[in-house]
């Protein structure tokens, strides 16, 4: 039987603080570590850039001009579930006790030591993708079982190589959700889209015929023209194709 590989993949880490020496070094660090350093120091900036990228990891400073981290991290969990770090010089227990409750995931503080944070980041990235896979979602008669890696549908196994399986999941859990074509590419092939986008149309048209020929024909992703693709959760509300969308099969 062949064996399949999954190539290692580059972290994405997002910075954000108003310390411009702060992100410096700390880009200079890990980009030597082999990961892929976003710095924001301006956290409208940085709000803006996730709407369209997705990272494995955000730091986040909580004492900043015109808005604080707390603020930023309520803002960032509207649109993001990506694990969240507090670094901050702000010690004492009521801002560590107010930065879980911004929705933050973990915290450190300043100074700090530059491994046990490389180590905190590698720990929530481990444990967000446990929680991204493991899962078993169930609509109606299809079924995606993360822990086994198996999609069935009244019972019946499909075959999705590990790519098609991670773009199903990844739009599944967010029923509803327009995916851009850029934010598809950057979560699940790590990398940018770049002049690659034909690529992607082709993968998830494939995702989509294969999904449909095991679901007796139901469609659970469908296109919308110029913007991405969403999933269908419910398929007795699944209406006829509008003209605002388009199959780019």
């Keep these: ?77 509207n649109i993001s579930g990506t694990p969240i770090i507090f670094l901050s010089g702000l010690t004492d227990i009521k801002n560590r006790i107010a930065s879980f409750q911004a929705g933050g995931d973990d915290f450190l503080a300043k100074p700090y030591d530059i491994l046990e944070l490389e180590l905190r980041i590698e720990a929530r990235i481990r444990k967000n993708e446990q929680v991204f896979f493991s899962e078993v979602m169930r609509f109606g008669d299809l079924c995606i079982d993360g822990n086994r890696r198996i999609i069935t549908y009244k019972d019946k196994p499909g075959e999705f190589t590990a790519l098609q399986f991670d773009i199903i999941v990844l739009m599944a859990r967010n029923p509803g959700k327009v995916f851009s074509y850029e934010l598809i590419y950057d979560q699940v092939w790590k990398e940018p889209i770049l002049k690659s986008r034909h690529n992607l149309q082709v993968a998830v048209a494939t995702v989509r015929q294969k999904l449909a020929l095991l679901c007796d024909g139901n469609q659970y992703i469908k296109t919308v023209a110029r913007k991405g693709y969403y999933f269908i959760s419910d398929q007795s509300q699944q209406s006829k194709t509008s003209e605002a969308e388009t199959n780019l099969e």
Excluded: H, W
């Design 1 to 77: 039987m062949r064996k399949e590989v999954r190539l290692k993949i580059m972290r994405k880490l997002l910075f954000i603080d108003d310390d411009t020496d702060f992100l410096e070094s700390n880009r200079l660090y890990f980009c030597r570590k082999k990961y892929e350093v976003f710095c924001e120091n301006n956290p409208k900036d940085a709000i803006s850039l996730l709407t369209s990228t997705a990272v494995d990891c955000i730091i986040l400073d909580i004492d900043m001009p015109e808005i604080t981290g707390f603020e930023v991290c309520q803002k960032i969990r």
